[in-house]
C-alpha cells in the first residue's frame, strides 16, 4: 500500500471498564477478582476484572458458573450512569483530536486522525497523548490499535491489552492477518469461524487462498468481506453518526415462569422501556421481535413486520402481546423475555438529524 494515501486509524479500548470504575472509586476492590452483575443464581456477568479473569471469569457469563471458576469473587452492582459519565469524559478527550469518532458502545470507540484538529502527523503520538490524557483525568486505562483501517485497528488494540499500544503499519498489514486465527477476526463469530473450519479454513492465510465466488458461496453477501480483510482491505470509513439498528429490553427472572398471567406480568415492562428509549432518542421501528428463553437456555424469537412504523404505545403493547400468545403455552419453564423494536426511522421530529449512539 503507498503509505502517503493511507488513512490513520485509532482504536481504543478502555480497560474492563466497569469492573475498573468500581475499583477505581471503591479502593478496597482494588487488585481483587471483581465482577459487575447480579450475584443470584439468575445473575449475568457484565464485566470482570483482570483479576477475575485469571480465573476464567469472562462478561455474559452466568454469575453461578462465575462462581465456581472463582470462589472469592466479589460482586458490585452496575452503575450505568456513572460509566456512561465517565464515557463522556473520555469521549471529550477524544473531541480535542478529530470530530471522526465513532462509538461501538459506552468503552470503546474508532477515530479517524488522518486529518486532525492538532495537526500531529503521528496517529501513534495522538494514541499515546489520548491515553495519557484519559488516565490523567480519569485514573483509568485504555488499550489502543492504530493502523490504516478499522479491521487492523480494532485487532490491534488487543495485542497489548491491558494498558497498552501496538500499530500496525501498511507495509505489516498482510504479513499480520494471515498468521492470525480467523476465531480472532472481528467480524467472524464462533458458528462461522467453525463453518470455516470445517471447510478447511483456520487462518487468515487459508482464508486468503480462497476466492472471493467460493466465499460468497458459502457466507452470502459476507464472504466479500472476507475476501478483503484475509487482504488487510477494509474500506470502510469511522462514521461519527450511526442509526441504531435495534432497541430492545430483556429480563432473566429469579424463578421459571410457566403461566400466561405472569409472562404478561413480566412481559408489560419490557414494552414500557422500549418504548421510553424509542421516545427518548426519538425513533420508530416497523418490526418487533419477542425473545423467549427457557430454562434449558434453548431460545426462540418470534416476529412481526408491520407496513408502516409503530408509532403508538398502545401498537407496540398489542403486537407484543400477541407475539407472546403464539408461543402460549410454554412447553417448559421460561427464564428470560426480551423484547426489541428493529427497521429503525427517524420520526418527524427528528427527521433530517442524525441519531448517534450514546457513549
Known amino acids: 500500500m503507498d503509505q502517503s494515501n493511507a488513512r490513520k486509524i485509532i482504536h481504543i479500548d478502555m480497560d474492563a471498564f466497569y469492573a475498573s470504575v468500581e475499583q477505581r472509586d471503591h479502593p478496597e476492590l ?30 455474559a457469563m452466568a454469575s453461578s458458573v462465575a462462581i465456581r471458576k472463582c470462589p472469592g469473587l466479589i460482586f458490585v452492582k452496575p452503575r450505568f450512569d456513572v460509566y456512561k ?36 502527523a503521528s496517529a501513534t503520538r495522538i494514541a499515546e497523548e489520548i491515553r495519557a ?61 467453525a463453518r470455516m473450519n470445517r471447510l478447511g479454513i483456520f487462518t487468515g492465510l487459508d482464508l486468503r487462498q480462497q476466492s472471493e465466488a467460493f466465499l460468497k458461496q458459502h457466507f452470502g453477501k459476507a464472504g466479500s468481506f472476507y ?56 425513533v420508530v421501528g416497523r418490526t418487533v421481535t419477542l425473545k423467549v428463553k427457557f430454562a434449558d437456555f434453548e431460545q426462540i424469537t418470534r416476529s412481526r413486520t408491520t407496513l408502516g412504523p409503530v408509532s403508538q404505545k398502545a401498537f407496540l403493547d398489542r403486537i407484543g402481546l400477541d407475539l407472546l400468545k403464539s408461543v402460549l403455552p410454554v412447553p417448559k ?22 441519531l448517534t449512539l450514546p457513549f
Open 133 to 193: 490524557t484519559i488516565w490523567e483525568q480519569t485514573r483509568l486505562t485504555a488499550s489502543a490499535g492504530v493502523s490504516y483501517n478499522k479491521f487492523l485497528a480494532k485487532l490491534a488494540s488487543d495485542m497489548r491489552k491491558p494498558n497498552g499500544l501496538y500499530v500496525i503499519k501498511p507495509s505489516q498489514g498482510l504479513a499480520f492477518v494471515e498468521t492470525l486465527n480467523v476465531s480472532q477476526f472481528h467480524g467472524i463469530g464462533r458458528v462461522t469461524a
Open 227 to 282: 475476501y478483503d480483510i484475509a487482504r488487510a482491505v477494509d474500506h470502510r470509513s469511522v462514521t461519527p453518526d450511526r442509526l441504531r439498528k435495534s432497541i430492545g429490553s430483556e429480563n432473566t427472572f429469579e424463578y421459571d415462569l410457566t403461566e400466561e398471567p405472569e409472562l404478561t406480568a413480566r412481559l408489560q415492562p419490557l414494552l414500557d422501556s422500549v418504548w421510553r428509549a424509542c421516545e427518548r432518542i426519538r
Open 333 to 354: 419453564g421460561v427464564r428470560l423475555l426480551g423484547v426489541s423494536v428493529s427497521n429503525l426511522e427517524a420520526t418527524e421530529e427528528q427527521a433530517g438529524q442524525q
Open 30 to 59: 482494588r487488585q481483587k477478582p471483581v465482577a459487575v452483575g447480579g450475584s443470584s443464581q439468575r445473575g449475568v456477568v457484565a464485566a470482570a476484572s483482570y483479576e477475575a479473569r485469571q480465573f476464567g471469569v469472562r462478561s
Open 85 to 120: 459519565a465517565v464515557s463522556g469524559q473520555i469521549r471529550a478527550i477524544f473531541a480535542e483530536y478529530t470530530p471522526l469518532i465513532e462509538p461501538l458502545s459506552l468503552d470503546e470507540a474508532y477515530l479517524d486522525v488522518t486529518e486532525n484538529l492538532k495537526n500531529i
